[in-house]
């Protein structure tokens, strides 16, 4: 079983829509919560982190956490073509430079 | 800030031979780490370097090796390579002594094909 459980997609959603992108995960030393998007032919963005469990919004974005579940989501709001992406959830154990453990990613389409 | 820089772009190589990848992290950091991403999969943490010496590694076997120079900058070597070894690899950069661990920039990638 992989630690961190990511659906894969591909998701497509007409513009304007919420979006809702969710992980499982099983090691629950897991603190620190991230989401990276990925366009085609190039390295991972850091969209929002989280520490812990909670919530947290940043412009379109919202990033949730629920420990006691093993659940992290991340929310789009107002999509736009732009948005059309991988996107990766990540986490790791400690507050130093540990490494990072990703998702799969889903892909992520919105239509004109 | 020119960021994260990797070389080459793409890379083509026939099983058994030896590749050496390249990784300028952005101005500023301390801290590189490699990570491997084959098609249709998350990153993957191969190994990070601070200080010149390996800190941490994840689940890859002897042939993939690194080294971090004293202007931070770092290699990837892999040795005998396998048809499996194909992937994206990435590098991230991060501080250890400003900033946070969230904060790993990534560059765009070494795409490896193995034949």
């Known amino acids: 079983q992989k630690e961190v459980e990511q659906d894969p997609g591909p998701l497509s959603v007409p513009e304007g829509a919420i979006v809702s992108l969710n992980c499982t995960y099983s090691n629950s030393a897991f603190q620190y919560f991230m989401w990276y998007r990925q366009y085609s032919r190039k390295g991972p963005e850091l969209l929002m982190y989280?520490?812990?469990?909670g919530n947290k919004e940043d412009g379109r974005f919202t990033a949730q956490v629920d420990k006691s579940s093993k659940y992290i989501s991340l929310f789009i709001r107002d999509s736009q073509p732009s948005d059309s992406a991988t996107y990766l959830c990540a986490m790791n154990r400690y507050s130093s430079a540990s490494k990072i453990i990703f998702g799969s990613g889903t892909r992520l389409s919105i239509r004109p | 800030d020119a960021g994260v820089t990797q070389s080459p772009t793409h890379l083509i190589k026939t099983r058994g031979q030896q590749v050496t990848l390249r990784c300028s992290p952005k101005s500023g950091h301390d801290t590189v780490s490699w990570y491997q991403q084959a098609l249709g999969q998350g990153p993957q943490f191969i190994f990070q370097y601070y200080e010149e010496e390996e800190r941490q590694r994840g689940n890859f076997p002897d042939r993939f090796s690194g080294h971090q120079f004293p202007n931070y900058s770092s290699e990837l070597n892999v040795n005998a390579l396998l048809l499996g070894d194909s992937a994206l690899y990435l590098c991230?950069?991060?501080?250890?002594?400003?900033?946070?661990?969230?904060?790993?920039?990534f560059g765009p990638g070494t795409r490896l094909t193995v034949t």
């Open positions: 989280t520490y812990s469990s």
């Open positions: 991230a950069s991060s501080s250890r002594t400003s900033g946070s661990v969230y904060e790993q920039y």
